[in-house]
């Protein structure tokens, strides 16, 4: 609860910092102003920065000019992605309906878009005499819930997996450690490309296991491949924080499990969210193993989502592909949101330079 | 309150290729401050890691009270340990730092243990600090948090790594009486590792001096300064260093002579010193400390020696004479003596000061065998 | 993702539950099968209502899924995994390439389990959904390209190429950016009309001989190459149908699936047949639309089968489902007794008559090292890079060389 | 009691003896786990793909039923003969060789951009700039599909088209300025629009390359931005008071400290650009005239499209071992695994 | 070979909140070595980066030879910088990184340029290391390294950071006198900066005493130890440093006593400094210096006062001897008096060893205004 609180706090902190970006800027400029009366700053001066930065606006804007781009596009149901009138929609014809098609019609929430409302079962089968239901809807729960599944299993397992292998890397020395790491190493790029690679191989063998069509399988498979490079990733975040607060903490009594606890976990945050957001990317965005492995009730959003792409014959409907897409890379843009500040700091490799 | 034995205490790494703790015997007496010193990577701190249970020893064991505790877990040993970067947990206010070994190792109740943490922090003069995370405080103030959280536990023993080389020269000796003075009034056992020689000699009650993982000699400051075991202890301990000449043993008659024809040197040994020890003929390092050495600026000579000065450094309390005898022949003379560079200088010193190292052994030959027997363990 | 409705609303893990056990003891069995289908959405809506209206009357269950993504590639590991569908809804060009397949077999023979007489449907749609003696699934409908025109702009449809020309002379003026003709033209299956008109046959069938460079094909380019001249300066796709639809372009070849999409932005628009050449009329490919039948069937109950050709029988045979679709879609029918009817929409009727003049897309495996050297050379010619027969010499060795 | 420990222990350490795993190797419990899952769901499939590429497997059907038999290397024989296969193993080398280049200079670019201290907004810009990383590669890359259209009304055609009618703007503006010249637009300023981007061969390379970088750049962004922050001010000053300008300062100073991380970011993308599928198949599935199948692509064909699945999976080998061998110079050479030997 | 003049040299930082550096007047004749120190954050390294122009002065102007260069870029002065950590390229190898500035600021051959360096390196004792990289160093080595950079390019003005500060003490005092006989050697401008007054004391021609980004003082080594003009100099220059009491004025008739009845202190002054010095009836900080400290350890009722001995540390050639007057009270004694703690012992000192310190302003008012304008530009 406190967690779900703190993560709250942490994202309302962020959206008023970023709220009050306007007026930080206004008081940036007044001050520049104020410099360049007292003489403190030369008008050439101000004026290089803001031709720097002007520089750097204009770069954003070419390279984000894709996603802006489709971003109208997906705000014009009803027309052509192209015409002869230009690049944009007429702004006269914006409206949302891709949205609340997606919303209401697609498989993103609901299938066919039926909301409903969840209810509390008890009884029931499984393990534990309780389960959550969903009333009020005829389809029941959606895509979205799907990929909620597959990145969890896909976190929990690579979090359980990743962080002792990384730790132990970094810290201990064991029998074929060297060995296991410099596999670690030269896999961590195979991943990607290897699972088109053994498409076929894999089904055949998940079919002959009986495996096919199981999300929680699925989403182990992404943490699998995810456990090369984030162990590797990790441990390289590790290797830079110095041994004596563990040392520390052990000569202040505390055993191994507490270490971990109160001093390894806190200290590998910012290295904790980049692997975060690798895994859940992992088990996110893949889609070519998740159509072949799974059928259609228990396909993901990034399913949906090629689905989508594909489905016109000679031609994708774009204005609804891009309102979902934009709608499934929201929850990623708010956890990275959150963690931007982590993630800059976990991805600078300390022992890289030089 | 306990007394440490190390017993013939071994350290190697990769296989026996180093060899970081050579054998050490070492005996700390309960409440004792010892202090080890060393130049960088002569096993200091591994000997400190081992007593706290950080490192394994591959042979030895270490006794805390006569009881072997080599085995067990340094978590469990009733040490504490300030480490040379103070290893404050950066993601903890300093109360969390210093209440961690409480909460980890006793099962006080909270409120007891913050008790505990305010009443040293009050000790400490940082109990406004305690809401602070370790990264806004200055050197001395994480300092003083890293003591703080050591000495709250109560250990009985308590090992320090080079806990001061981080600050800057007034703080260090700011810190140092604290340090000593906390040492005293908690009464503890007290390890402190430094490659500083003015602060072990400060600091500790004894001081063990190591090099290349050996023991080298044991004994109270004084001692250790006045009595050098050997070359090593004798140039490494004192600052300004004890200045090192080459001599040769002439005999004329029973008249003996150390001489070195080079810079002109000459010195007559009394009947009395050359009866008292045996004297080969041949090569040894004479060592004599730059505050016996004798600068009159007039030369009579009568002098031992004459010698050109090539720099004067003042400061304050006393002059650095520099002169050309060898690459840093130094004398330490009142500042009232301020000869011009290039000068020529009268040098002189007397018998009782200067020492006599064997060219192999490095050994003291002024100091009788027994004398060097009590000082090395 | 269309599931059937599931009591407990948990909606995942069900499979198909081939046997239908609980039924079994119900009068005549009634059985359930499963269907993958790759349609616009709004052909899907109407699919599902006519399933329920078969469900209802007959008690059979049919589960309907889309599986997205590329069907062939689904059907490729699924099938022989055991999960595949025992119907899937595609065009007929893939009857050839997966009659052919053993071990495992991709298809079943339901000669035997089929009531409904043949000569019901047209004999190209007859054609299309047998294989060497094997009946392999019941076509719906037909699809193949034909014109489209601007009533604004045309106000008498062309009945010979010279006459197109004529009117496309008119407006063709790209510097102010608008065209004669919208028309993917180096595309084979839209080119296919013209480069056939005389006689020549890309792929032969019946002599499994590749006509590529025959004389005819060739004569047909030589029509074709003039085409070029009106059309956008680029063949892909999006290019020319957006000069059409963008009221740039007084023509537009295209296929009934832009019927739906072109009605809302042309005010007046007329479909008739493709204009003849020389007297001759083009010769377009067209599709057979057809429900096939599984190789899962063969080891299914027969429960199944029975849902499944129960169903597929009562759809491609029952008028009101096929005239719906014409109306509303665009199929041509293939049954027998509407296309002479002649009560069909007046665009479906265009189409109609443009498919009586065409031929069915050869179904032959080999077909399938056609498609892209026809293309390039088409491209090549386009571009001025190559004249049309050394074009299609070079295109007629490559398909060659693959078989 | 203690003597019954103390035999225990010592029947223990008997076995402890016997086996090469000592009570200092319990780090390896941590590690097991993870490599197991990691075997059994990656190493595993490769495993079974090389058994396959020793079959006479036709389509995924075949491999499934088990219907394949043994024909030990035929394939890689084939394969070795396909000249496709060499086409496609050197545009994939070309691909990956021409992307790298083009990714380093952009992503040093950008990043010393969002780290230039005249920039006002640093952080926010590198909030936003990284952006793509957060879109699914299959819609990033339909889009670039989108905007790379052959259509003459496609994103790039468009801007290409303003771009000739610009030039001819200021030509004519110059030809209205300079009136006793007659000046008219220089052919070779002028673009030949439109331009079938994903119908010739250099033209959709060119889009690939162009796609592929814009994919790389966030993660090469990201990295260089944090590798700059770490060089050192004071050697920038050291520089600056031994006399050099800005040019050397970046030539002898920033560029020397952000090599590691820079060879880095190429080798790990340059590995993935190896690998890339979704490219060419999305664009134009490799073409035009399978001139431009990235090898996956053509493994994948083979397999999918010609139902040749053993030397599918013979292709597919292949391409894993290179990327093996790839990784193995990377990281001796590029010194990644600098980590593995400390402990 | 230039002179440096800083003249009314200010840096103010975040808008005017901070002023690091305020105010300087500076001149630093050609050839000169002058060491500025004072402490942590005093305005130091600020002050230097502006001659070097890493920095824009907020005011002030920076001049060499009289030529003003406030408004040169670093790149385009004749300086040389040795900096704190160093700063040497990581990726180029030692000759490298001594050839860069000759590379970048002369238009030399390559030849020649290498031949510059070698010599360089051959008078540093580093001619073997050309070929290595900074990081197979050890810290004196690079230290050796920074030094010969800097100075193969022949730099008018020679600008140092702290740049012994990382360095073991053995090594510092070796590095030391290396840096002194260098800048004689080529007989350069330089401005040398630290922290630590001993380092001060013992290099410079002359000493800048800085605090709180103002200047204190200005003076030759000896001239600054033995009249501090303020307080703060006073207790700044000097190890250990001096002690200071607080003191009333008391007179009876015409004599003037110094008292402080809480630690039972009484001082008489002479007539001679009383007529020579206004005093006021106030409290003043009396300092006087730990070696000027007689200690007695027989009392006799003549001296000054008694205290008692709280620690004795023995530095080998000398005792410090704590005293419980003040926290911190310290005398220096012969290693030959050693009282054990809890002694009492007599504490005495001349009258020309004493300084006086205004409450408020600070100064000594035992120095003449006169002297005091002399020695604070
Ligand atoms: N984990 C280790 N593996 C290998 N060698 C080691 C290890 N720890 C220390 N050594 C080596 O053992 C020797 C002693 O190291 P130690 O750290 O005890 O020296 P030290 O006296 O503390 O030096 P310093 O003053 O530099 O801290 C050195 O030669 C060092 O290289
Ligand atoms: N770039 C800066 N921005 C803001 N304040 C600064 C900056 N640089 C220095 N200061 C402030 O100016 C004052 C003087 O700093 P300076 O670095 O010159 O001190 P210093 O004497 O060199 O100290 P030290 O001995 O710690 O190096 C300090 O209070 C410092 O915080
Ligand atoms: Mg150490
Ligand atoms: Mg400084």
């Known amino acids: 609860m406190s967690a779900i609180r703190s993560t709250v706090n942490l994202l309302y902190g962020k959206l008023v910092h970023f709220a009050a970006t306007p007026k930080r800027f206004g008081v940036m400029i007044q001050r520049t102003i104020y410099d360049v009366r007292t003489g403190q700053r030369s008008v050439l001066d101000v004026a290089k920065s803001v031709l720097m930065t002007l520089v750097g606006v204009v770069m954003l804007l070419v390279l984000l000019f894709p996603l802006y781009w489709i971003t109208t596009a997906s705000l014009a149901e009803g027309t052509r992605l192209f015409n002869t009138a230009g690049i944009f929609p007429d702004p006269a014809t914006y409206n949302l309906q891709a949205y609340h098609w997606v919303v209401f019609e697609s498989d993103f929430f609901f299938v066919d878009g039926d909301w409903g409302y969840p209810q509390l079962v008890i009884g029931g089968g499984g393990l534990i005499p309780l389960s959550v239901g969903w009333a009020g809807t005829e389809t029941g729960p959606g895509a979205l819930f799907n990929s909620l599944y597959i990145v969890s299993v896909t976190l929990a397992a690579g979090f359980l997996m990743v962080v002792p292998g990384a730790y132990a890397f970094s810290r201990k020395s064991f029998i074929a450690r060297k060995r296991i790491l410099y596999g670690y190493v ?134 609804r592909f891009a309102a979902f897409a934009n709608l499934f890379a929201l929850p990623v843009a708010i956890v990275y949101f959150m963690a931007q500040r982590s993630v800059e700091s976990g991805l600078s490799f300390g022992g890289m330079e030089g | 309150m306990a007394d440490v034995t190390l017993d013939g205490l071994r350290k190697e790494f990769d296989r026996g290729t180093i060899v970081a703790v050579d054998d050490i015997d070492l005996e700390i007496e309960d409440g004792e401050f010892v202090t080890v010193v060393g130049p960088s990577g002569c096993g200091k701190t591994t000997t400190l890691r081992m007593v706290a249970g950080l490192e394994e020893p591959t042979a030895g064991r270490v006794l805390f009270d006569g009881e072997d505790v080599t085995d067990i877990h340094a978590k469990d040993r009733p040490v504490a340990m300030v480490f040379q970067n103070y290893a404050l947990y950066p993601h903890k206010t300093v109360l969390e730092n210093m209440e961690f070994g409480l909460r980890m190792s006793t099962d006080m109740a909270k409120e007891e243990r913050h008790e505990r943490v305010r009443e040293m922090a009050e000790m400490m003069g940082i109990e406004e600090l305690l809401e602070d995370s370790p990264d806004e405080l200055s050197g001395g103030q994480k300092q003083r948090v890293a003591l703080g959280r050591a000495i709250v536990r109560e250990p009985e023993v308590f090992l320090f790594d080079e806990p001061l080389s981080n600050l800057d020269a007034k ?52 001692e250790v300064y006045e009595n050098p075991v050997n070359e090593f202890v004798a140039g ?95 004398a330490r003379s009142d500042p009232s003596i301020r000869p011009e560079p290039d000068d020529e200088v009268g040098v002189d010193f007397r018998e009782a000061d200067i020492h006599l190292f064997h060219p192999e052994t490095g050994k003291d030959v002024f100091l009788s065998e027994r004398e060097i027997e009590a000082a090395t363990p | 993702v269309t599931t059937e409705e599931e009591p407990d609303g948990a909606g995942q893990d069900d499979e198909t539950d081939p046997d239908g056990e609980a039924d079994s003891d119900d009068e005549a069995a009634t059985g359930q099968a499963m269907m993958w289908v790759d349609m616009l959405e709004a052909e899907e809506d109407d699919l599902e209502d006519y399933i329920a209206e078969f469900e209802a009357e007959t008690g059979h269950v049919i589960d309907k899924e889309a599986p997205g993504g590329e069907l062939d590639e689904q059907l490729e590991t699924a099938i022989p995994a055991g999960d595949g569908p025992d119907s899937w809804v595609w065009a007929h060009d893939w009857v050839g390439r997966f009659a052919v397949r053993e071990e495992p077999p991709f ?74 003709l919208s028309y993917p033209a180096t595309d ?114 027969q429960s199944t089968v029975d849902a499944i050709t129960d169903f597929v029988e009562w759809y491609t045979t029952n008028e009101e489902v096929v005239s719906n679709n014409a109306d509303h879609h665009g199929y041509i029918p293939v049954l027998e007794e509407l296309v002479e009817g002649n009560d069909l929409p007046a665009n479906v009727q265009a189409f109609a008559q443009q498919v009586d003049h065409g031929v069915p897309m050869p179904t032959h495996p080999n077909m399938d090292s056609v498609w892209i050297p026809v293309e390039e050379a088409l491209s090549r010619v386009f571009d001025d890079e190559q004249d049309r027969d050394a074009a299609l010499d070079q295109a007629a060795e490559e398909i060659r060389e693959q078989i | 009691m203690a003597s019954s420990t103390a035999g225990g222990k010592a029947a223990l350490e008997r076995v402890g003896e016997s086996v090469p795993f000592t009570r200092r190797d319990w780090g390896l419990l941590l590690v097991v786990p993870g490599v197991i899952l990691f075997s059994s769901f990656m190493l595993y499939p490769i495993f079974y793909l090389f058994y396959i590429s020793l079959t006479d497997a036709t389509f995924a059907g075949s491999v499934i039923g088990g219907g394949a038999e043994l024909t030990g290397l035929d394939n890689y024989v084939k ?41 006002a907004g ?63 637009a220089p052919q070779a300023l002028l673009v030949d629009i439109p331009i079938g981007f994903l119908s010739g061969r250099w033209e959709a390379f060119f889009a690939y390359v162009v796609t592929e970088v814009w994919l790389a750049y966030p993660f090469m962004v990201i990295i260089i931005v944090s590798a700059l922050q770490d060089v050192p001010r004071e050697l920038n000053e050291a520089a600056m008071v031994d006399g050099a300008g800005y040019l050397h300062r970046f030539v002898n100073v920033t560029l020397p400290a952000i090599k590691r991380p820079v060879l880095f970011a190429s080798i790990l993308t340059g590995a993935t650009s190896f690998q890339q599928f979704l490219i060419p198949w999305v664009f134009n599935q490799g073409g035009p005239a399978r001139q431009n199948e990235l090898i996956i692509v053509y493994g994948y064909r083979e397999a999918i499209t010609f139902n040749e699945f053993g030397l599918s999976a013979a292709i597919l080998i292949i391409a894993i071992a290179f990327i093996g061998v790839f990784m193995y110079f990377a990281v001796k050479y590029g010194r990644l695994a600098e980590g593995v030997d400390d402990s």
């Open chain 3, 188 to 301: 084979p299956y839209f080119a296919s009309g013209f480069l056939q008109a005389y006689g020549g046959d890309l792929y032969d069938e019946g002599a499994h001989e590749v006509g590529v460079d025959s004389d005819e094909v060739k004569q047909g380019l030589e029509a074709l190459e003039t085409l070029f001249d009106y059309i956008p300066a680029d063949p892909s796709y999006e290019s020319q149908i957006v000069a059409f639809a963008d009221g740039l372009a007084p023509f537009a070849i295209n296929g009934p699936w832009e019927l739906g999409n072109l009605v809302e932005e042309i005010d007046n628009l007329g479909v008739t047949a493709l204009p003849t050449v020389d007297g001759n009329h083009p010769r377009t490919f067209s599709g057979v639309q057809m429900f096939y039948f599984s190789s899962m069937l063969a080891d299914g109950d």
């Open chain 1, 186 to 319: 030269l896999f961590t790029q195979i991943g990607a490309g290897l699972s088109i690679a053994t498409l076929v191989a894999l089904y055949s063998l998940f079919s002959a296991y009986g495996l096919t069509n199981n999300l929680f399988i699925l989403g182990l498979f992404y943490a699998a491949g995810a456990i090369p490079f984030n162990t590797w990733l990790l441990k390289t975040y590790m290797d830079n924080i110095p041994v004596s607060y563990e040392e520390a903490a052990m000569v202040d009594g505390a055993s191994f499990l507490q270490t971990i606890r109160e001093v390894i976990i806190p200290l590998t945050k910012p290295g904790l969210a980049v692997i975060l957001i690798f895994i859940w990317l992992a088990g996110w965005n893949e889609f070519i193993i998740a159509q072949t492995l799974l059928s259609p009730e228990n396909y993901p959003l990034s399913v949906e989502l090629y689905n989508l792409a594909t489905e016109g014959r000679f031609q994708t409907p774009w204005t």
């Open chain 2, 171 to 222: 703080l260090r000796t700011e810190m140092r009486a604290e340090i000593q003075k906390l040492q005293k009034e908690f009464d503890v056992t007290a390890m402190y590792v430094t490659h500083d020689q003015e602060e072990a000699m400060t600091m500790g009650d004894r001081l063990a001096i190591l090099d290349g993982g050996k023991l080298q000699q044991v004994g109270e400051p004084t």
């Open chain 4, 79 to 119: 394969l070795l003969t396909d000249s496709q296969f060499w086409t496609s193993m050197s545009v994939t080398w070309l691909f990956v060789a021409v992307s790298l280049v083009i990714k380093v200079f952009v992503s040093v670019g950008i990043a010393l951009l969002l780290n230039h201290a005249r920039v």
């Open chain 2, 236 to 330: 490494f301990i004192g600052s300004p260093s004890m200045n090192f000449l080459e001599v040769t043993v002439e005999r004329d008659g029973s008249a003996v002579r150390l001489t070195n024809r080079d810079v002109g040197f000459e010195f007559e040994l009394s009947q009395e010193y050359v009866t008292g020890h045996e004297l080969a003929d041949t090569t040894y390092t004479l060592g004599v400390r730059p505050e016996n050495i004798d600068i009159s600026e007039r030369i009579t000579g009568e002098e031992t020696m004459t010698a050109t000065v090539e720099v004067v450094e003042p400061i304050g309390s006393d002059n650095y004479v520099h002169l050309d005898v060898t690459p840093d022949f130094l």
């Open chain 3, 107 to 180: 298809l079943y023979d339901a000669t035997d389990d089929i009531d409904v007489d043949l000569d019901a449907y047209t004999g190209a749609a007859r054609d299309a959904v047998q294989f060497d003696g094997g009946l392999y699934g019941l076509p719906f409908a037909s699809e193949t390209v034909t014109l489209f025109y601007n009533e604004d702009m045309v106000s008498e449809p062309p009945e010979t190429f010279d006459e197109m020309v004529e009117i496309m002379n008119d407006y063709h003026d790209p510097a102010a950016g608008e065209y004669g």
């Open chain 4, 122 to 184: 640093k952080r926010y810009m590198r909030a936003i700039v990284i952006v793509p990383l957060g879109f699914p590669a299959i819609f990033t890359i339909t889009i670039w599909r989108g905007m790379f259209s052959d259509a003459r009304f496609g994103v790039f055609n468009v801007v290409l088209g303003r771009y000739n009618e610009l030039v001819q703007w200021i030509v004519s503006g110059i030809d209205a300025a300079v009136f006793f010249a007659s000046v008219s």
